[in-house]
Nanobody
Framework: QVQLVESGGGLVQAGGSLRLSCVRSGSIFSTNAMGWYRQAPGKQRESVAAITRGGSINYADSVKGRFTISRDNAKNTVYLQMNSLKPEDTAVYYC???????????????WGQGTLVTVSS
């Protein structure tokens, strides 16, 4: 069973920082991509940052220069460092991965349970 578990959310003041972590578990043959999404109340879920299989990194325009995505393959973990946080960053942040499980030939979309980030003004 492939799972993603996020942690690191919390309450911070505007201008502060948080680091989110996402730990992947399960028998996986390959990982095509991993990234972070967020969903604020009343809004659609949006992509925040992603690392593709080819190694490219993409950020939403709203977080460029403030957020940094990184990974530690030895720990099966992807991180999102969030600096200069703004109230509009308040949302539930979800880890996402596209993987091929061991013994399969097809991609599987996996989502974490989400971690809440609240930025106060």
């Amino acid at each position: 069973q492939v799972q993603l578990v996020e942690s690191g959310g919390g309450l911070v003041q505007a201008g502060g920082s948080l680091r989110l972590s996402c730990v992947r578990s399960g028998s996986i043959f390959s990982t095509n991509a991993m990234g972070w999404y967020r969903q604020a109340p009343g809004k659609q879920r949006e992509s925040v940052a992603a690392i593709t299989r080819g190694g490219s990194i993409n950020y939403a325009d709203s977080v460029k220069g403030r957020f940094t995505i990184s990974r530690d393959n030895a720990k099966n973990t992807v991180y999102l460092q969030m600096n200069s946080l703004k109230p509009e960053d308040t949302a539930v942040y979800y880890c996402h991965a596209t993987v091929i499980p061991v013994g399969d030939y097809r991609s599987l979309e996996v989502w974490g349970q989400g971690t809440l980030v609240t930025v106060s003004s």
